[in-house]
């Protein structure tokens, strides 16, 4: 890869934004390379939770680079960086936010399931002042994030907000110094890889598209026939859970 650098660690794979002289804009050759290692994430058994982040300390990404964003006039198969539109993953994704995350950083970090970020970072959906559209997602998931009003506010407006304030708002789960992010974004994983794999991709999937359903009667029913419902259903790490509690030791989750 020569535009993101990508690392595996104790079932977490680190995808990293490698663009730092331009903020971690993202080129068409980027946007490629995350189509390959969220593909090779989301098909490696092994590998649990990514997280994404960039490389320095000034961005986590400051969305296209618009010198060479429209060379190739089209996104790969799963949309803005590979990511907004992988609605069938069911893997967590981690932001971790450790500077700029503008336009389609913003987008980025809005698909991710989880929002760690710097007391540095800060957020916004600029793309009207270069005439511009957020259509990689912001627009939609912002909105459905932290409520019509509020999302209007920062959309028509173009306004960047701090990292402490998307907290208040309800897009940033935690908000930390710089120097301890890593060890946050650290501790989230462990807390994660605390439970089955399988438990927690069902779980995703089962709010995401529950999400969509008319309403939770209809939700409630609809979730057995949930792909990653089903697959936990059956899986060796609902028996290996009943069998630890019922032995009183620690689970040794296999995520299948």
């Given at each position: 890869m020569d535009f993101i650098d990508v690392t595996f660690e104790n079932h977490v794979t680190t995808i990293t934004l490698n663009r730092p002289a331009v903020m971690n804009?993202?080129?068409?050759?980027?946007?490629?390379?995350?189509?390959?290692?969220?593909?090779?994430?989301?098909?490696?058994?092994?590998?649990?939770?990514?997280?994404?982040?960039?490389?320095?300390?000034?961005?986590?990404c400051a969305g296209s680079d618009l010198k060479v964003a429209n060379r190739h006039g089209r996104y790969p198969k799963n949309g803005y960086a590979g990511l907004i539109e992988r609605f069938d993953l069911t893997k967590p994704v981690i932001?971790?936010?450790?500077?700029?995350?503008?336009?389609?950083g913003f987008e980025i970090a809005l698909a991710c399931d989880v929002i760690l970020a710097a007391d540095t970072a800060s957020f916004g959906l600029?793309?009207?002042?270069?005439?511009?559209?957020?259509?990689?997602?912001g627009l939609h998931r912002l909105a459905r994030q932290i409520g019509l009003k509020q999302a209007m506010g920062m959309i028509l407006t173009s306004r960047r907000v701090t990292a402490a304030e998307g907290l208040n708002l309800?897009?940033?789960?935690?908000?930390?110094?710089?120097?301890?992010?890593?060890?946050?974004?650290q501790r989230w994983c462990a807390d994660i890889l605390r439970a089955s794999p399988m438990s927690i991709r069902a779980s995703k999937e089962t709010v995401m598209r529950g999400l969509s359903?008319?309403?939770?009667?209809?939700?409630i029913k609809a979730q057995p026939?949930?792909?990653a419902y089903a697959a936990w259903a059956v899986s060796e790490d609902r028996t290996e859970g009943s069998a630890a509690f019922a032995e009183k030791r620690l689970p040794a989750w296999k995520g299948r």
């Amino acid at each position: 890869m020569d535009f993101i650098d990508v690392t595996f660690e104790n079932h977490v794979t680190t995808i990293t934004l490698n663009r730092p002289a331009v903020m971690n804009a993202i080129n068409p050759e980027m946007h490629a390379e995350l189509q390959i290692a969220f593909d090779d994430f989301a098909a490696d058994p092994d590998q649990f939770i990514a997280v994404v982040t960039g490389a320095g300390d000034r961005a986590f990404c400051a969305g296209s680079d618009l010198k060479v964003a429209n060379r190739h006039g089209r996104y790969p198969k799963n949309g803005y960086a590979g990511l907004i539109e992988r609605f069938d993953l069911t893997k967590p994704v981690i932001a971790a936010v450790n500077g700029l995350a503008l336009g389609g950083g913003f987008e980025i970090a809005l698909a991710c399931d989880v929002i760690l970020a710097a007391d540095t970072a800060s957020f916004g959906l600029p793309e009207p002042l270069v005439g511009a559209v957020a259509l990689g997602g912001g627009l939609h998931r912002l909105a459905r994030q932290i409520g019509l009003k509020q999302a209007m506010g920062m959309i028509l407006t173009s306004r960047r907000v701090t990292a402490a304030e998307g907290l208040n708002l309800g897009f940033v789960n935690e908000v930390v110094p710089a120097a301890d992010l890593q060890a946050t974004v650290q501790r989230w994983c462990a807390d994660i890889l605390r439970a089955s794999p399988m438990s927690i991709r069902a779980s995703k999937e089962t709010v995401m598209r529950g999400l969509s359903e008319t309403d939770v009667e209809a939700a409630i029913k609809a979730q057995p026939a949930y792909p990653a419902y089903a697959a936990w259903a059956v899986s060796e790490d609902r028996t290996e859970g009943s069998a630890a509690f019922a032995e009183k030791r620690l689970p040794a989750w296999k995520g299948r």
